[in-house]
């Protein structure tokens, strides 16, 4: 089957630093990629949703400028949480679909807890 | 997408067939049923899906009546790995963003 990785799986920071996490599709080109959020107690939000060698596109209410996506190549993406603040303690889950998988689906990594203390 | 109601939990013994419903009443003709389920603090795990026709696979089989309104996955033999969030989701291409709702916690007794 399909399998996405992510790096770090937990990461702490501390507030005003930068997080990057890493998203990655082990066994298939990943044409589209997307980042998704979860607070607790909380059902998934999609973030940001990004093409390879395309400008993400976000959701209403995310900043592009503090959650940066890049995705450079067909079997990475990352997300870049700027100037991480308290409030950025989350769940983020990336999820990959692409070429080569014979169907349209979406596969997800294991998410990167997040906490900034 | 279409939306879908799902009962907020459900209990199943152990080694039974576990029924989870899910109603899209909106269903478009060209909307998919999609079911993944979500382990505590993972990530969501891809089940199966259908548009039609009756789907089966290794981990379990989708019911969806003949009107499309609703569906039924089924988890024919539960084990207490089966404890998870499960989330019905209608879209148009599986690999278009997915809209979750709150899903159905299904808790397997032993």
């Known amino acids: 089957g399909a399998v996405v990785s992510q790096h770090p799986s937990r990461v702490i920071c501390k507030s005003g630093t930068s997080v990057k996490i890493e998203c990655r599709s082990l066994d298939f080109q990943a044409t589209t990629m997307f980042w998704y959020r979860q607070f607790p107690k909380q059902s998934l939000m999609l973030m940001a949703t990004?093409?390879?060698?395309?400008?993400?596109?976000?959701e209403q209410g995310v900043e592009k400028d503090k959650f940066l996506i890049n995705h450079a190549s067909l079997t990475l993406s990352t997300l870049t949480v700027t100037s991480a603040h308290p409030e950025d303690s989350s769940f983020y889950i990336c999820?990959?679909?692409?070429?080569?998988?014979?169907?349209?689906?979406?596969?997800f990594g294991p998410g990167t807890r997040l906490t900034v203390l | 997408d279409a939306k879908t109601t799902q009962p907020t939990s459900m209990d199943c013994a152990e080694g039974r067939a576990a029924n989870l419903p899910c109603n899209h009443s909106t269903i478009s003709g060209n909307e998919y049923v999609y079911w993944y389920r979500q382990i505590h603090s993972q990530g969501p795990q891809y089940i199966i899906h259908g548009l039609k026709n009756n789907e089966t696979n290794e981990m379990a089989s989708l019911i969806i009546t003949e009107d499309r309104k609703s569906s039924t996955l089924i988890l024919p033999h539960a084990t207490l790995r089966d404890t998870a969030v499960y989330y019905c989701?209608?879209?148009?291409?599986?690999?278009?963003?997915?809209?979750f709702g709150t899903g159905t916690r299904l808790t397997i007794i032993p």
């Open positions: 990004s093409n390879e060698g395309s400008k993400a596109t976000y």
């Open positions: 999820s990959a679909s692409g070429t080569g998988l014979g169907t349209d689906t979406q596969y």
């Open positions: 989701i209608v879209t148009t291409f599986g690999n278009e963003k997915l809209t």
